[in-house]
């Protein structure tokens, strides 16, 4: 069965108990990570449960992990929730076999499944199968917009009693990344920035919470390498490596400062900081605008490609290990590229 945007959203809040294959998939990897916690949520409120992840490459070179997992009933009368992030068709042959399985007989299969993806395009053979099985449903999830980011955050800060002006609001939806996890990681900070302050939140406090942010060790670091200097981006590597920073961290910071070149390539001339997401205030954009021209778009795309390898690396069973050098040998080639 299929669902977009808003249904899938409704879905999500009362999930289906007679469809346990789920697939959650679109744009923001948070976006569907939250969605995908909620339809876990539905389930789990229905009774004793577990939770299992695994791991893609496992489950490929392994199918019968999956299908243990599925068909084993627990002792403890617990139901099983199987958590599965894909990048694509790689399991669909694997999940076809499941899905006519949990058709043909129902009572067969004990557990539950949610499978997280990035964007399908309609011909995909996993969203197919998924859209068209009345044991199984698709759900497509979009990115935030700025009103639905606007109406998260007020409705946060509301729950956590803590006020803000509108025009605060308005700074702090500007200051966000585009990334719905990232965006809750801020979400908190601001309310503990808040917390006892006796005021609403005021575009100053916006402002202060902006710049100390910006001061943070990986991300001073990422800016010192792509601006050329070695030695200072050494230095905040070593300051970043000490506090416990994983690779995975530093990359997304190195991620989100590459996107954030390529959208203001996209804007076209002159100062556009405040339309970035975060935004470069007036006084950091020099800075930038120096930064973009080291950072010519085909090497900022082959940038990200380099990162997303990484990570997947990262990803794999004892990859985290390989991750941390590559990441380390990645920045400070880079560090000596831009200079």
Excluded at 42 to 54: D, I, K, Q, Y
Excluded at 114 to 136: C, D, H, N, Q, W
Excluded at 146 to 157: C, T, Y
Excluded at 328 to 333: D, I, K, Q, W, Y
Aim: hydrophobic share 45%.
């Amino acid at each position: 069965m299929k669902y977009q945007g808003k249904a899938a959203e409704t879905f999500a809040r009362s999930a289906d108990p007679d469809i346990p294959f789920v697939l959650v998939f679109g744009e923001d990897e948070g976006v569907v990570g939250d969605l995908a916690d909620q339809v876990v949520s539905v389930w789990r409120n229905e009774g004793p449960s577990a939770l299992v992840t695994l791991d893609e490459d496992s489950v490929k070179s392994e199918p019968a992990i999956l299908f243990d997992a599925l068909e084993a009933q627990s002792l403890l009368g617990e139901t099983t929730i199987l958590r599965i992030r894909t990048k694509g068709d790689k399991l669909t042959a694997l999940l076809a076999d499941a899905v006519k399985m949990a058709e043909q007989a129902p009572g067969r299969l004990g557990a539950r499944l949610v499978i997280m993806s990035r964007p399908l395009k309609a011909g995909s053979k996993l969203r197919k199968l998924f859209e068209t099985s009345a044991r199984t449903a698709s759900l497509h999830v979009f990115s935030d917009t700025h009103v639905d980011l606007q109406n998260r955050i007020r409705g946060f800060l509301e729950d956590q009693q803590v006020a803000i002006t509108p025009e605060a609001l308005t700074a702090f939806v500007a200051f966000l990344p585009g990334h719905r996890g990232l965006a809750n990681a801020e979400m908190e900070k601001l309310a503990l920035y808040a917390h006892d302050l006796g005021r609403p939140i005021a575009v100053q406090d916006i402002r202060d919470l902006c710049e100390e942010n910006a001061d943070e060790n990986a991300r001073l670091a990422v800016m010192k390498a792509l601006s050329g200097d070695v030695a200072g981006a050494q230095a905040e590597l070593d300051r970043v490596i000490d506090a416990g920073l994983s690779a995975i961290g530093l990359l997304r910071q190195f991620e989100m400062e590459a996107s954030r070149m390529l959208t203001a390539r996209a804007l076209g001339g002159g100062n556009v900081g405040m339309k970035l997401k975060p935004p470069v205030w007036q006084s950091e954009w020099a800075a930038f605008e120096a930064r973009m021209k080291k950072w010519p778009m085909p090497r900022l795309l082959r940038l990200l490609e380099r990162i997303h390898d990484i990570e997947r690396d990262a990803k794999r069973p004892g990859g985290a290990g390989t991750a941390d050098a590559q990441t380390r040998t990645l920045f400070m080639a880079l560090a000596k590229a831009a200079a």
